[in-house]
């Protein structure tokens, strides 16, 4: 009998839950953080999260006076569920930001429907070329990097080197891979001995190291991201062959424990390291430290900078989150301090910043990264002049 | 000697390597298929399973022989537990729900070694005794524990070959392979069979997983990476022949190493790696289309 009653009961619940919660959500920042939570990788996308979440606690919860409201979504590492969730964040959540994609190829994906709602995409992580030249976006902000400035630094560092007259280049068989080879040659001035693309995830690198050796080269190249790095740096080291290693994102704070002694002196080129030496970074790399017991790495950095780049965006919107053109405008025009050092954005909406030889060292309670010196202050991606927008 | 000749050379010892690890797999993986008619994709997950219990052992105990030891014994036990609860009920189904359930059985054990070792990939050293290299020419000085893998798995080959051949167990996993229900109207006890082959092919499944654990980066999923070479290597082998398998990884392995040489610096770097990566899978086709059954095919 008592049915009716609780039915009742129920629906003023619900009507006071919504109201509530509609009135909430007028004055908060809301943020959709979409990046990969699960499958192999999952442990990139965490530590990514990982940081975002301490920049907002070290902002006490706050973004320019509003409260935040974070949504996280994980796109599984699969461009289709990206786009699914953003759909998602934008139609269900109406997130005013969505950021926090690790992988390009669901960044490419997202930026889609991100772009057709007008949502700002604050990608925090790399940003594909297409995105950085001729498919630029008004509401895509390249917020990380552009995926090729790394290797191209790397490019740069090499060509300076008189020892090093020739090199032999490696990366897996996939976009960013080729990428990464394309980036690195447009700034090395020497000789490519050997080009080799391998199969994804391939476990066993003998024969391809059998072909370094075959052809002598100063030095090597490559890209090889996570678990395919610690195969790659230990086979290498364990042939001998007494040729330096140079690379990007391959050997760093995630793998060189992985790696051990056969990364020593191994050279990386990077945005971002744990030792850098400025305000922002020393109170972040203390704070992260002390909450999680253990180094920053890029993908925690790059995901603190986010909270620093999305706060300028809401304090130029002067509270009024509808107001998309005034965000942009602000973001166009601000000069940072991240972390990683000063940045600004280039007419493309991809950063301006320095990059950081960093060497693979042996230390106390095991192997770390240390930044040697700057190579680029600052950098430029490459595509900026074949995107016209304004 | 030319340094083409050298590198020619080096390959040839590298695709060797590659093919006795994939025989190891794949050994077991055929005689399940062929005695059980069993299609087992958990196998993989034997192989990373005693990957990581060896990792962890060595770490404890610094002692390699019984971290190998330790990876082969708690992987038979996995393997007959998976035997008893689980694929006992698969013998008699079709390969497609096999397929499934052992695919099933693999995600399972794969998020099951996340959760008790963490989402990290783990590394092991080689044992110092085997650390160094070995100066097989002039100019080619060739990491030691790399020859001891192929060394070792060429004795595990004529092991097998000669249990296969030469004692009562293999004479029966032969006859099974031929005709099960004439070998349980003649008595033996097939259930009892049937688990000793499946934990001798896990055992098997576990050296490979122990040995290949201090080259590569230990990661949930280094089982998947090689299970579809394996399933290449059975292929073109012949379902239930250990011979036509061991033939057949050496194959592979060869075909493998030394597509993923020459075809790049033949087709360039465009196409060749695509072509590379192509190699194996056209190998098998070929095979098949010569060979329907395979190299060497168990089934009359």
Redesign the interface.
């Known amino acids: 009998m008592d049915s009716p009653v609780h039915a009742r009961m129920g629906a003023c619940v619900l009507a006071l839950w919504l109201t509530t919660s509609a009135s909430y959500a007028q004055d908060a920042v809301k943020i959709g953080f979409l990046t990969t939570l699960s499958g192999p990788q999952a442990e990139l996308g965490k530590r990514h999260l990982e940081g975002f979440q301490l920049g907002l606690e070290m902002k006490g919860g706050k973004l320019g006076n509003l409260p935040v409201d974070l949504t996280i979504a994980d796109d599984k590492l699969a461009p289709e569920v990206g786009v699914e969730q953003v759909r998602k964040l934008v139609d269900s959540d109406k997130v005013n930001f969505v950021t926090g994609v690790v992988f390009a190829n669901v960044t490419m994906a997202a930026s889609k429907p991100l772009a057709q709602s007008k949502t700002l995409f604050i990608n925090s992580f790399a940003g594909p070329s297409p995105l950085a030249g001729s498919s630029c976006d008004p509401y895509f902000f390249g917020a990380g990097f552009q995926g090729d400035s790394t290797y191209e630094a790397m490019g740069k560092y090499m060509s300076e080197q008189k020892e090093i007259k020739s090199a032999f280049v490696l990366a897996p068989n996939y976009q960013g891979g080729r990428d990464a080879i394309t980036g690195f040659k447009r700034y090395f001035k020497g000789d490519v001995k050997g080009e080799i693309y391998t199969k994804i995830n391939q476990p066993d690198y003998s024969g391809e190291i059998a072909q370094i050796r075959a052809a002598k080269p100063d030095a090597i190249f490559f890209l090889y991201p996570g678990s395919m790095g610690i195969s790659f740096v230990r086979q290498f080291a364990d042939a001998k062959l007494g040729i330096p290693m140079y690379s990007g994102f391959s050997v760093e704070e995630l793998t060189v424990n992985a790696m051990g002694a056969a990364a020593n002196g191994a050279y990386s080129s990077a945005v971002y390291n744990d030792d850098l030496d400025n305000a922002a970074n020393r109170a972040f790399a203390e704070a992260y430290q002390k909450k999680f017991g253990r180094r920053p790495s890029i993908y925690a950095a790059l995901g603190f900078d986010a909270v620093t780049i999305i706060e300028a965006a809401v304090k130029a919107s002067k509270g009024n989150l509808s107001d998309v053109e005034s965000m942009r405008a602000g973001l166009r025009a601000a000069k940072f301090d991240l972390v990683r050092g000063p940045m600004h954005f280039n007419t493309n909406q991809f950063p301006i910043q320095n990059f950081y030889l960093v060497q693979a060292t042996a230390g106390d309670g095991g192997m770390r990264m240390k930044t040697i010196r700057p190579i680029f202050t600052p950098h430029k991606d490459a595509y900026a002049p074949e995107c016209k927008m304004q | 000697m030319t ?2 000749a ?2 020619l050379f ?2 040839i010892l ?2 060797l ?2 093919g006795v690890m994939l025989f190891l797999i794949a050994s077991g993986l055929t005689l399940v298929l062929g005695i059980m008619n069993l299609l087992n994709l958990t196998h993989a997950a034997y192989y990373t399973f005693a990957a990581y219990v060896g990792v962890t052992a060595y770490g404890l105990t610094g002692w390699f022989l019984a971290a190998v030891a330790a990876a082969i014994a708690s992987t038979v036990i996995l393997a007959a537990a998976t035997d008893l609860l689980v694929m006992r009920y698969l013998y008699d189904r079709d390969h497609l729900t096999q397929l499934l359930a052992t695919f099933g059985l693999l995600l399972f054990f794969n998020e099951a070694i996340t959760m008790l070792w963490g ?5 092991m ?2 044992p110092q005794w085997l650390a160094g ?1 070995i100066n097989l020419l002039p100019e ?2 060739y ?1 030691a ?2 020859l001891a893998i192929t060394i070792v798995g060429l004795a595990v080959a004529f092991l097998l070959h000669y249990a296969n051949h030469h004692t009562l167990l293999g004479m029966q996993i032969r006859a099974g392979t031929s005709n099960k229900t004439m070998l349980a109207a003649l008595g033996v006890p097939v259930h009892r069979l049937y688990t000793a082959v499946f934990c001798v092919g896990a055992a098997l499944a576990a050296l490979a997983g122990m040995m ?1 654990a201090p ?3 230990v ?4 089982g998947d ?2 299970l579809i070479l394996c399933l290449v290597v059975i292929t073109i082998g012949g379902v239930g022949s250990v011979r036509g398998a061991f033939v057949a990884a050496l194959l592979v392995g060869l075909v493998d ?1 030394l597509g ?2 020459f075809l ?1 610096q033949t087709f360039g ?1 465009t196409l ?3 072509l590379s ?1 192509m190699s194996v899978y056209v190998f098998m086709a070929v095979t098949l289309l010569l060979r329907p059954e395979g190299l060497f095919s168990a089934h009359q």
């Open positions: 340094s083409t050298t590198l080096e390959q590298n695709g390597q590659l989402n990290g990939a783990m590394q050293a080689r290299s080619l000085s990491p524990y790399r290949v080259l590569i980066s990661d949930v999923g280094m990476s090689i190493t993923r040489t790049p770097f060749g790696p695509a990566s």
